[in-house]
């Protein structure tokens, strides 16, 4: 009986209260989540790590989950079961999700069986956990709210982190021009590796001048803005006529002169995953599905976490020196 009654409980980490990384609790006595109709119960294998859950976290954020909550939505890991009406996945499935219900940061997580993803074995878990967030948003601000096309440039800013990448290879492979930036050499290189054409250290005192001579009079047609509290003014400088600087990251307020969007006809636009319509999901899953099986995506894992250590990847996600791939939780 002992035995038994230590099966059904697992590790997973717990906010009972919102506030800074500390508020991260581990425990190892949590009921196994069962799955109801139209979900699957996984085992995890490894979990990535996104600023968004840092956010929500610390209570700051238009999403505030009911406490007591277990953050992470990308998963990737095997089924362990399923539950009415799912036919698409079995026991023993290798998946990746872009959202759970029962959170990520755990042994087993429960997942709506339409937000996961078969798991190609071209990947490993900790690639497949690199996947959701990072690569959905990508693809959503370049092609869905961005509307790129092959031929156009794109500046990548924050290039060497999960979005960054992910951005850098999508837009490669769908034949964009593209310039990356990223805060050590180390991140340049990686940028590099990843698909972009140039790279530039956001840490230089004159790297816009720098871009500016690259891209010439013409300015570039996209940014992928990942810290647009810091970069939006001079972003609106860079832009080619009819340019878009796409907000996907933000850590507070920035002042900007509106006129600088008037003399291009430029524009700012917010993109929210969270926000994407079934369909929308349905064709991010599909291009990405289809770029994993040509070769062409291929997640880089950057810091790896074991699960106890959760307090110190959140500090690490927001204060560490540069980012170098995507962050997981193992």
């Known amino acids: ?35 109801k109709e139209n979900q699957v119960l996984i085992k995890v294998h490894a979990c990535g790590v996104n600023p968004v859950e840092t956010y929500i976290r610390s209570g700051n954020y238009a999403r505030k989950p009911a406490l007591p909550y277990t953050p992470g939505s990308d998963v990737a890991g095997v089924i362990e079961g399923v539950g009415e009406h799912v036919t698409a996945f079995k026991k023993g499935d290798r998946v990746f999700t872009i959202a759970t219900i029962s959170g990520g940061y ?3 997580a429960v997942a709506a069986a ?3 993803f078969p798991l190609s074995d071209k990947l490993d878990f ?11 948003t990508a693809y959503r601000a370049l092609f869905q709210k961005g509307r790129a096309k092959a031929g156009e440039s794109v500046l990548v800013h924050g290039a ?7 951005t850098c290879q999508i837009a490669r492979a769908c034949g964009l021009k593209v310039l990356g930036t990223a805060g050590t050499e180390e991140g340049m290189n990686m940028v590099l590796r990843n698909g972009a054409h140039q790279a530039f250290n956001h840490r230089e005192a004159n790297y816009i001048d720098k871009i500016k001579e690259y891209t010439g009079m013409e300015g570039v047609d996209i940014i992928i803005e990942m810290l647009s509290n810091i970069n939006l003014a001079t972003d609106l400088q860079l832009l080619s006529y009819g340019g878009r600087v796409m907000v ?3 850590r507070g307020p920035i002042e900007i002169n509106p006129r600088d969007t008037m003399s291009k006809e430029s524009s700012i636009i917010g993109v ?11 064709e991010c899953a599909t291009a990405l599905l289809d770029g994993i099986e040509a070769g ?8 790896e976490y074991p699960l106890e250590k959760a307090v110190k990847a959140h500090e690490d996600i927001i204060h560490s020196s540069g980012a170098r791939g995507k962050m997981v939780l193992l």
């Open 160 to 166: 060497s982190g999960g979005v960054g990448i992910a």
């Open 296 to 303: 062409w995506l291929k997640p880089t894992v950057g810091s």
């Open 272 to 282: 929210s995953l969270f926000l994407a319509t079934e369909e929308e999901r349905h």
């Open 248 to 250: 996907v990251g933000c």
């Open 126 to 136: 900790r690639q497949g956990a690199a996947i959701g967030i990072p690569y959905f």
């Open 1 to 35: 009986i002992a035995m038994a009654a230590t099966r059904n409980v697992m590790r997973a980490v717990r906010v009972f209260e919102f506030g800074g990384p500390e508020v991260l609790k581990l425990q190892s006595d949590v009921l196994i989540p069962d799955p």
């Open 114 to 116: 339409n937000r996961v």
């Open 106 to 108: 755990a042994d087993y």
